[in-house]
């Protein structure tokens, strides 16, 4: 909704799309084994990326 008009459904330039998360290069991970590996970082910030694009979609239904 927009500020202006509080029953107005806002526009696509007023709430943007989000922007996915940059995958990680194969360089960028050590191959340690480490507990939070880049790659597990990526997968987390992928799933917030699919749920916010989800919700981002049900509020733009003509995008």
Same mark, same amino acid.
């Given at each position: 909704m927009s500020p202006a008009d509080p029953g107005a459904p806002e526009t696509a330039a007023a709430d943007p799309a989000p922007v996915p998360? &940059? @995958?990680p290069? *194969? *360089?960028?991970?050590? /191959? @340690? /084994?480490c507990a939070r590996c880049v790659y597990d970082v990526y997968d987390e910030a &992928? @799933? =917030?990326?699919?749920t916010a694009l989800a919700a981002w979609r049900a =509020?733009?239904?003509e995008s």
């Open positions: 998360p &940059l @995958e290069d *194969a *360089a960028d991970c050590c /191959g @340690e /084994g &992928l @799933e =917030r990326y699919k =509020r733009h239904p």
